[in-house]
């Protein structure tokens, strides 16, 4: 720094250069099975194996074979001096699906008649799964389910996630959601819904519903914006993602009550909901609650 004038630097390159070592890209993933290496035959080498349940989180450090993945579970690595292994793929758990269900098969003592012909169906259809790039389109390809990458998320504080109340007809997240949003409306709100109908007396559109031409609800829908849509006496109705964001953005926690065939679409958006599935009432509490309404239960 105290030097001056005409500075000249003189680069000799070195005679021994070796190239910098790649460093793989460490990927967070969510285990949607469980995983328990000492009851896998394919393991190389099952004390390497790293057992994990279902919910997991798993860090993947190497993926360079195709097979095996080297990873640590979320939490374990400063208890783990070495990364385990750890099945990969779809097309890989196919096929270990595929052998678990034939030596399960072979165990079962030989029967005749249809009964042979039901066996005889199943492992046909089992052996359809090891030629997973053919039918990538098949139901059985959705059924096996393998890992999904994540992303460590801080969320906002003036940025609340919705909340999506998941359950089968008639288990009462419908009326979850209206509790919630009289009960604590300064911090519960419903996503304004859009609609083709036309205004009724004394409502206000933007409050009641966004109401909009056909042309445009159509627009919306083919543009992937309606998290759901469907029709009411010629009348087509939706929530889009727009109308969540409005409330969103004024602080408070959007709440929805959505079929579980919407969870993609809103998986796959920018809102990151919390998911919670409400548990349907036993029968015995069903048919009473019915039987309060005067409805038959079937």
Known sequence: ADMHGLLTFV???????RPAPVKENVVHVKAHFDYDPSDDPYV?????????????????ISQSDPNWWQAYRDGDEDNQPLAGLVPVGKSFQQQREAMK???????EPEKSGKLWCAKKNKRKRKKLLYNSHKNDGDGDNEEILTYEEMALYHQPANRKRPIALIGPTGCGQAELRQRLLNHQPDRFA???PHTTRSRREGEQS????HFV??????AEQAAGNLIESGEFEKNQYGTSTDSVRQVINTGKICVLCLHTQVLKVLRSSDLKPYIIFIAPPS???LRALLAKDNKNPK
Do not use: N
Request: glycine share 8%.
């Open 101 to 107: 269900q034939t030596i399960e098969e072979d165990k």
């Open 190 to 192: 419903g996503a304004v």
């Open 44 to 60: 190389p080498c099952r004390e390497l194996g790293l057992s994990f349940q279902k919910g997991d989180i798993l860090h993947i």
């Open 206 to 209: 933007g409050r009641d519903y």
């Open 213 to 218: 031409s056909r042309q445009t609800f159509e």
């Open 283 to 285: 029968q015995e509490r």
């Open 11 to 17: 680069l000799i390159p070195s005679t021994h250069s």
